[in-house]
C-alpha cells in the first residue's frame, strides 16, 4: 500500500476517533405520573431536575453508576419520595449511553420505592 494512502486512511481514523470522543452521554426523565417531580441525579455527575408532569427534561452525565431519588408534590402540596435502582451509564472512546427513565405514579421502568423526606434531602 502507498503512503498517502496510508496517511489518509490514519487521518481518517484519528477524525472519526475524535468525533466519537466528543460525544457526551445522555439522560433523559420523562414524566408520566400525574404530578411534578423533582429529581436528584446521584451518581458520578450529581444534579437535579424539575419535571413537569407530562414533559421530560435531558441532561449530559458521565459514565458511570447512578440511581435517582424523586419528589413529586400535586398542586395542594402533598409530596412523596421514591427512590429508583441503579443504572449504569457507558462512555468510552467508541461508545455512549442514551438512558432513558420514565417515571410513573406507581413506579417507573427503575423499580421506585419509597423512601422519607429526609433521605430525599440528603446528601448526592
Known amino acids: 500500500m ?3 494512502v496510508l ?3 490514519g487521518l481518517l481514523l484519528m477524525l ?3 468525533a466519537l470522543a466528543q460525544n457526551s452521554p445522555t439522560l433523559t426523565v420523562i414524566n408520566n405520573a400525574r404530578d411534578a417531580a423533582s429529581v436528584r ?3 458520578p455527575s450529581p444534579g ?3 419535571v413537569a408532569s407530562g414533559t421530560s427534561q435531558t441532561v449530559a452525565v458521565s459514565g458511570g453508576i447512578y440511581y435517582l431519588k424523586v419528589r413529586y408534590c400535586n398542586s395542594r402540596g402533598d409530596c412523596s419520595y421514591t427512590r ?3 443504572f449504569t451509564v457507558t462512555q ?3 461508545s455512549v449511553s442514551e438512558i432513558t427513565v420514565t417515571l410513573h ?3 417507573g421502568n427503575l423499580n421506585e420505592r419509597s423512601i422519607s423526606e429526609s433521605e430525599f434531602n440528603g446528601s448526592y
Do not use: C, F, I, K
Open 2 to 4: 502507498n503512503r498517502p
Open 7 to 9: 496517511r489518509y486512511a
Open 16 to 18: 472519526v476517533a475524535a
Open 41 to 43: 441525579v446521584v451518581g
Open 48 to 50: 437535579s431536575l424539575e
Open 84 to 86: 429508583t435502582g441503579s
Open 92 to 94: 468510552t472512546p467508541y
Open 105 to 107: 405514579s406507581t413506579g
